[in-house]
């Protein structure tokens, strides 16, 4: 537990994690695992709603309550964390890649897929995206509590590695250059553990109020991320169910960890 009070730590095992998943498909053919893909995605999303709602938002708003804000505030911070992701989206800065399927499959023997012009503003588009996910591990560490810097963590690694994957994916099939697809890679690794030592080291002597404010919005990102993440899934009734199953298995998960942590007290709140 002691390496979750650094910043450092939970750095490098962001970096390492997101290099190693998607370096995975600029070696090995992935065809066979996108099914795989899709439910991590799935749980990743459970993950990140129940660390949200469970642990950030109600620990960002007992850090901001003891400076006296208004509620409004302190629920602004929310939705702005919420409405930060939704601008970023719609200024082309996606946090996931989309694949549009249309009836060629007939034509081709395959799936036809959509994408985008220039590789190049994806990368960047996904990896600024990234950058948000270090700032809430940075918020995290600098509140000093373990179990709310374990739960934002934990989710942000669940979400990141299958979006490193796909990273890889796309780039590798965009580029037809490993050499570049590993630049990809790298960029998107890199972006989240930069903002981790950046928001540790610039939120260490603020306010405790300011930082539970920086919490909050952290938590309107995850709450962004994960319903866009299923939402797709769950408007389609061939994948509703199957939707709605992965993200209770990542919540339960989560609720499974804190519940432990907890019980075991090697976390206390």
């Known amino acids: 537990m002691v390496l979750l009070e650094s910043p450092l730590a939970p750095a490098a095992v962001t970096f390492a994690a997101a290099f190693l998943a998607g370096a995975i498909p600029l070696w090995r053919k992935v065809a066979a695992q996108q099914n795989l893909l899709t439910w991590l995605t799935g749980s990743a999303a459970g993950v990140l709603l129940a660390s949200a709602l469970l642990v950030a938002i109600p620990e960002g708003f007992d850090i901001a309550e003891q400076g006296e804000l208004e509620p409004l505030l302190i629920g602004g911070a929310v939705l702005a964390g919420f409405l930060a992701m939704l601008l970023l989206e719609a200024l082309g800065f996606g946090h996931d890649i989309h694949e549009e399927h249309h009836d060629h499959e007939h034509d081709h023997g395959h799936d036809h897929v959509h994408h985008p012009a220039n590789a190049d503003s994806v990368v960047i588009g996904l990896s600024v995206h990234a950058l948000t996910d270090g700032v809430a591990i940075g918020a995290a560490v600098s509140t000093g509590s373990l179990v709310l810097t374990m739960s934002v963590f934990i989710a942000v690694l669940a979400h990141k590695i299958p979006a490193a994957f796909s990273v890889g994916v796309f780039s590798m099939h965009e580029r037809q250059d490993r050499n570049k697809a590993v630049r990809d890679v790298v960029l998107f690794s890199l972006a989240t553990p930069i903002t981790i ?73």
């Open 197 to 269: 030592i950046l928001t540790a080291y610039l939120l260490g002597d603020v306010d405790a109020h300011l930082l539970g404010l920086v919490i909050l919005f952290a938590g309107g990102t995850f709450l962004y991320v994960a319903t866009v993440d299923v939402l797709p899934d769950v408007h389609n009734p061939e994948t509703g169910r199957q939707a709605l199953f992965q993200v209770l298995i990542g919540a339960g998960l989560m609720v499974l960890l804190i519940w432990g942590l907890d019980a075991t007290g090697l976390v206390a709140h």
